[in-house]
Structures are given as C-alpha cells and as structure tokens.
C-alpha cells in the first residue's frame, strides 16, 4: 500500500477570547485531560490554555482533548489520541495561508470563509484536501483516512494515483486499500452522531454557510476552482521540494508504520526481511526517531549466514533450523545450517550490543538420550567492545565438558559445567514489574556492570497498554536498553512484532 500525503484545511470554534499577542498567530483555546505540546523541535511539555503556537510546533492529545483557535476565527478540535503538526502558519485576521500534517487521531475543523489568495491545507498519510470555507470532520490512522463534511466542499487529492474528488456537505468519502473512494451521502443518523462526538457547552458566534443550499451554481464553480488551485499548488511544492520526503512516506506504509514513543517522540519503525547475498539472510528492524536525546536512526538486526544458498522458501528454511525442526531423530546430516549469526542493536551515539556466534559443521552426537546432529560453536557477547563473556560448546572437549563459560575474553572456563548446573558468567535477575508499566530484566557482568532491558507495550500514540494485551495487532513493542558503557545514552527501539514472532 502506498503512503500519500494530504493536506487539508482545518479550524473550528470555542469560547473565550484570548488576550492580544502580536506574535501569536493562533492560541490553544480549551483543553482538557492530558495534552502536551512541542514548541520548535523542543521536547514535549504539557499544554496550558492560551498558550500559543506557531509554525513547526506539535500538539498531541493522550487522553485528552483540545481547541485551537485562529485570529479571524477558525477552530480545530482535536479528539484523544491524536497528532497535529503546525507546518506552516500564516494566519491573521487578513488573510489565511495554513498547512499542518494530522499524523493519526481525528479532529473537526470550521474555517471561516477565506480571503482571495488565502488557502488551507493539511497532510495525512493517505490524501491532500485543500478547504476554502467549510466544516468537516478528518480521521486517519497509518492504513486509512476519512472524511465527513458537515457544511462547505472540501476537494480531496489522491497525490501519486493523480485522482481528485469534490466532498459537498453531507456527504463522506475514504481512503482505503490504496484507493481514494468517490464521495457518498451521509445519513442523517450519521451526521447527528459525528456532530455530537463534537459538542462543546458553549460555542463562539457561528459563521453563516459558505455554500448554503440555493447558492447559485457560478459561486460553487469558482470556489471549486479555487480548492483545483491550491491542491496543483501542494502537488507543484511535493514535486520540486518536497519529493524525498513523500518516497520516504511513501516507504513508511509499504515497509512499517508512523507512530509516537512512550517519550512522546515521533518515530518511523520499519521491518525488513532481505537477502543481501545467496546465503545470508537478514532481519532488520529499524526505528527513526525524529526528536529527544536518541533523535536519529536506531537498530536491531540479525544476519544468519547459512553453509549455501538458500531455496526461495528460505524462511522455512530459518523457521525449522531455530525450532530444530530438521535436526531431530534424522540419521541425515541437515541439508541446511548456519555458519555464523550475528546480532547488533545500535542507537545514534554509536553505542552497540553485540552477540557473535562462529558455527562448526554439525557433528552427530550419539552421546544423548535422543541422539540428534548438533554444531560446536563459540559465542562472544560484548559491550561497546568491551567482551562481556564467552560461550564455547562442543560435546568432544576432553574434559568432559560439554559447554564451558569464560568470562570477558578469559582462558580459564568460570566454572566446572555439570548436568546439575549451569554456571553462567554472569546473573540473571528475575523480570520485575516498573512503576510505569513495564517489565525490567537485568544481566550483572563478571566484571560488575549490568544491562537493564525495558520492554514496554504501547499503542501508536505512545501510550504504555496492559501486558495482557499482548498479540493485540495493533500494538507495538518499545525495548529501552541501558549500560554503564552508554553513560546518560540509552538504546531505544520500536518493535514491529510481525516479523519476530514468526520467528522466535
């Protein structure tokens, strides 16, 4: 599916005038519940009424809701979990020229009827929409975007499939699957409920209709032409300014998912299966996070090099080789096997955690119970560099031993393995339950330091959900990993859990 960006106008209208700020081009009019806002890039705070914002500032509701309010009287209402983006304002009581981004959640906008020359726009990730003077309701999610107008016309610009469509008042229209649909009739059911979902105790005085029934047909031709304009206007700025960033939205649907972290930053996580030689598979999960100390490209990644080139099935292949599927009960050597498996999980800084395991050529071992084909193997785990311990296995050491721990880079085993035992050269602290909703898991090293593991669930507005909502399609893994060696860094990752869980 294709991620395509819209812009439409929004506004709608409150209660209670703000005093007079020259620099202020639009205030934060009614709030309730938990809001917070980003002022320039800077890291979330919470909302305060009569606060003003400008362009490149954020608005996030949690569970909360809010109103914005524009100097010649347009509104926007935003319902609980959603994201606006202030691209570029340019509002005063003169003229309106206006673009933001509703990156997911819902929200009513009215806009009073614009001046000659002036245009509203705002980007989701599905459509561009482009108002002149009307009331409507937008939602989006990172797979649809809907639309209900209440009064006015709104012009809807599919961007990459070069379709355009003209919503009147009560009617809706959707993108879905890739496709924006044609507008239909709403009922009267429906219009009473979306207006409802919307009702505030008091309203400002309401503008008249733009395009009240009975308006001559020659005023509705101009203002269609008008929204024609400002969407070939949008479409001109993607095409000249704008083309990297829309094939990187683009690449955002096919690929992964738009969403915000616990923190409250917005990231881009993607997931990715990919083959860069025969024999090497690679499990990729990227996390981009666009503010906060860990701003930039975090990673999780596992590469298995297998002893040939892979089948087209070759994540079956993956799949019964780490459920040892194929090596059970078979006086066949494995047709398939790893050489080498490397994990690394890398934040901005240059930080990393990295497992390397070198594999031998499986070898049949007659010695257990259920005699299978197994690999000696040597596996090194380390630190930003600093070798935390080592595992070697291999059923034909002559002492006996069938696996032996060293801690860092050491000559010495840790400890006598035995059946009975395992000594590790490290501890392994039981899972405890955060304060915040998460589940803490901890290593202490031979050499005294730690790795904190933080595993949260979250949903896409960053809100921590139950850990008994788990498997929930919708919800994402966010993993928080700390060290000594990071100092106040830490690794911060979302986790799409298609892929892994297929896996593990």
């Not at 639009?26 to 979330?44: F, Q, R, T």
């Not at 914005?68 to 209402?77: A, D, M, N, S, V």
């Not at 308006?215 to 008008?226: F, I, L, P, Q, R």
């Amino acid at each position: 599916m294709k991620k395509i960006y819209v812009l439409i106008s929004l506004l709608f209208i409150f209660t209670g005038l703000l005093p007079a700020d020259n620099n202020a081009v639009l205030k934060i009019s009614a709030l309730s519940g938990e809001v917070d806002c980003s002022l320039a890039g800077a890291d979330w705070k919470p909302a305060v009424l009569n606060q003003a914002l400008r362009t490149s500032d954020k608005i996030r509701t949690r569970n909360g809701r809010a109103e914005l309010l524009f100097p010649e009287g347009t509104t926007i209402r935003i319902k609980e979990s959603s994201l606006l983006d202030l691209v570029n304002i340019q509002c005063a009581a003169e003229k309106q020229n206006s673009s933001f981004k509703l990156f997911f959640g819902e929200l009513k906008a009215k806009v009073t009827k614009l001046k000659d020359g002036g245009s509203f726009v705002i980007a989701t990730p599905k459509i561009v929409a482009a108002v002149k003077g009307t009331e409507f309701i937008l939602g989006t999610t990172n797979e649809t975007s809907d639309l209900q107008v209440l009064e006015g016309i709104v012009a809807l610009h599919d961007l990459l499939r070069e379709k355009e469509i003209f919503v009147r008042e009560n009617e809706k229209a959707n993108y879905r699957d890739g496709l924006l649909g044609d507008p239909r009739n709403m009922e009267p059911g429906e219009i009473q409920g979306f207006r409802a979902g919307y009702e505030l105790a008091s309203l400002r005085n309401e503008r008249s209709r733009s395009l009240a029934p009975g308006n001559d047909t020659d005023a509705e031709t101009k203002e269609m032409k008008d929204l024609r304009n400002d969407l070939a206007e949008v479409k001109d700025r993607s095409n000249l300014e704008d083309k990297q960033d829309l094939l990187e939205r683009i690449s955002d649907v096919q690929m992964g998912k738009t969403a915000i972290d616990m923190h409250g930053y917005r990231v881009r996580t993607d997931n990715y299966v990919l083959r860069p030689l025969p024999n090497i598979l690679q499990l990729l999960n990227i996390t981009k996070r666009e503010g906060g100390p860990d701003s930039g490209i975090s990673s999780f990644e596992i590469n298995d090099t297998f002893n040939k080139n892979l089948p087209d099935n070759y994540m079956d292949v993956r799949i019964a080789l780490h459920n040892n599927a194929s090596w059970f009960n078979s006086g066949t050597a494995p047709e398939y096997w790893l050489l080498q498996e490397t994990s690394a999980i890398r934040n901005p800084h240059g930080d990393v955690i990295f497992d390397n395991v070198i594999l031998n050529t499986p070898q049949w071992n007659s010695t257990l119970s259920t005699p299978m084909w197994e690999q000696p193997f040597k596996e090194d785990f380390s630190i930003n560099g600093n070798y935390k311990w080592t595992h070697k296995y291999d059923y034909n050491f002559t002492n006996g031993n069938f696996s032996e721990y060293y801690i860092n880079n050491a000559t010495t085993p840790v400890t006598t393995y035995s059946t009975a035992t395992n000594p590790l050269p490290y501890t392994v602290s039981d899972p405890v339950k955060t304060a915040d909703g998460g589940i803490l898991f901890k290593d202490t090293y031979g050499d005294n330091t730690w790795l904190e593991k933080y595993v949260y669930l979250i949903n896409d507005a960053g809100v921590v959900q139950p850990l008994a909502d788990i498997g929930k399609p919708t919800l994402n893994w966010e993993m928080i990993y700390r060290a000594p060696e990071f100092g106040s860094n830490s690794i911060d990752l979302i986790v799409l859990p298609e892929i892994f869980n297929e896996l593990y």
